[in-house]
């Protein structure tokens, strides 16, 4: 029977020679071991959530979920070591009982800890890093077998390339994660202007722990979201309440609107302005991971860039003008983060803006994105690495100022190439 695997879009398939699901680390090295007596490349598979190429092999494909377990919580300095298939919404939910949580998260937290943060994903919140930045130290398996340890003190550079690394290093299978005490979040989601939005975005950025918005090419309307903390008691919603809106409205109506918009693209701007006007009031008091992540059930395919702060309101109009020349159904999403010092995180060295565009599923994606990224580049933008992208090695090397010495770490780490694929060798070059 011919092994398979499909990220979860669906546009993304290999069919690697073997698909390996240890439940220890000594059965991952036998793995590894087999791996190198065969010549075969090593890729290591998350939840499938990335858009690229990234996982794709026709070598060994290793799944970590079986490496799942949450093995020591440190309550009193917030320290919590996980196994790498761990999945963001299961430490959430285990840590809360410890009266911990994550600082950030995205709007989907079914990522695991070494998929998410591999790639670089990030949530909003201008003083806020992105997800790579809670790895306090992190067990990095070599194609050998051997485990390092990899934090800011027994190997800097290590560390810094481990956080952001794109599975370009070895098998991450374990790290220590640095937590801060659980903590309520009111979420307020309301419609506003776009104009009115970016005439006055640094008080909206700054103003909010966590702000962001969603807008569409051809609605005025930006819809809005600001999650802070608050001293109040978490008030979850009925279950009949989230599955009206999280699931009927934000996912079943709106993926019947999207086919809508394939089957009928010329209905795309009627579309666009009867889903923002849609868009209402909304409320919710609850634990921070409960209000960061939303499930997310209709299929597309997404790109992703992080520009200079400085450019937001610049970058922002121009991608609202150019997606008015194609046909897709989707919002664009705009977010913000902090700087940090992972040598690969598109966030590195510079307070960051996100604009994530997207393409209906079955729709055509490249000429959209191919335009949207000529903006991009024009802001010196680098590409969430979990999402579509048509860079190169070459044209990515002068984005990142400490590309070199990622450059160095991973030939130290895999010399051989092992953990390589044609994603890899295309956007970070061959070993």
């Not at 092999?57 to 790498?84: I, M, P, S």
Request: net charge negative.
């Amino acid at each position: 029977m011919t092994n398979s695997w499909v990220n979860w879009a669906g546009d993304q398939r290999c069919a690697p020679a073997s698909i390996a699901t240890p439940r220890t680390s000594d059965e991952l090295a036998e793995i590894l071991a087999q791996a190198g007596d065969a010549g075969q490349t090593v890729r290591v598979a998350g939840a499938g959530h990335s858009f690229t190429d990234a996982v794709l092999t026709d070598g060994v494909l290793v799944d970590l979920a079986n490496l799942n377990r949450v093995l020591d919580v440190d309550t009193a300095t917030g320290l919590v070591r996980v196994e790498a298939g761990s999945t963001l919404n299961a430490v959430s939910n285990a840590l809360h009982g410890h009266g911990l949580a994550f600082p950030n998260l995205g709007d989907i937290d079914v990522q695991t800890v070494a998929g998410a943060t591999a790639t670089g994903t990030h949530g909003t919140g201008a003083t806020l890093q992105n997800l790579s930045a809670a790895l306090h130290s992190i067990e990095l398996m070599l194609a050998d077998g051997s485990r390092v340890e990899l934090n800011a003190e027994t190997d800097p550079d290590g560390w810094r390339a481990a956080r952001v690394s794109v599975g370009a290093l070895g098998v991450v299978t374990a790290a220590t994660l640095q937590l801060v005490p659980s903590f309520v979040l009111e979420g307020v989601e309301r419609p506003v202007p776009v104009a009115d939005v970016l005439d006055d975005l640094d008080t909206h950025i700054d103003n909010n722990q966590h702000f962001e918005f969603y807008m569409f090419a051809h609605s005025p309307l930006a819809m809005t979201k600001r999650n802070n903390a608050v001293d109040l008691p978490e008030q979850p919603r009925g279950k009949a309440v989230d599955w009206f809106a999280d699931i009927l409205m934000s996912n079943y109506t709106f993926d019947a609107l999207c086919k809508l918009g394939r089957w009928q693209p010329r209905l795309v701007p009627w579309i666009h302005r009867g889903a923002a006007y849609a868009g209402s009031y909304r409320r919710q008091v609850d634990r921070s991971y409960r209000v960061f992540a939303s499930p997310r059930l209709l299929r597309f395919t997404e790109m992703e860039y992080a520009i200079p702060r400085a450019h937001s309101a610049e970058a922002i109009r121009a991608i609202k003008a150019v997606s008015t020349k194609f046909d897709t159904p989707m919002p664009i999403e705009v977010r913000w983060v902090a700087p940090d010092d992972a040598f690969l995180s598109p966030a590195t060295g510079r307070e960051t803006c996100y604009i994530a565009v997207h393409q209906y599923r079955g729709m055509p994606y490249e000429p959209y994105f191919r335009a949207c990224e000529a903006v991009f580049d024009s802001f010196n933008g680098r590409p969430h690495w979990g999402k579509r992208h048509f860079q190169t090695a070459d044209t990515l090397r002068e984005r990142y100022p400490d590309w070199d010495r990622f450059a160095e770490v991973r030939q130290r780490f895999d010399p051989k190439g092992r953990f390589s694929n044609a994603y890899l060798n295309r956007v970070l070059g061959s070993v």
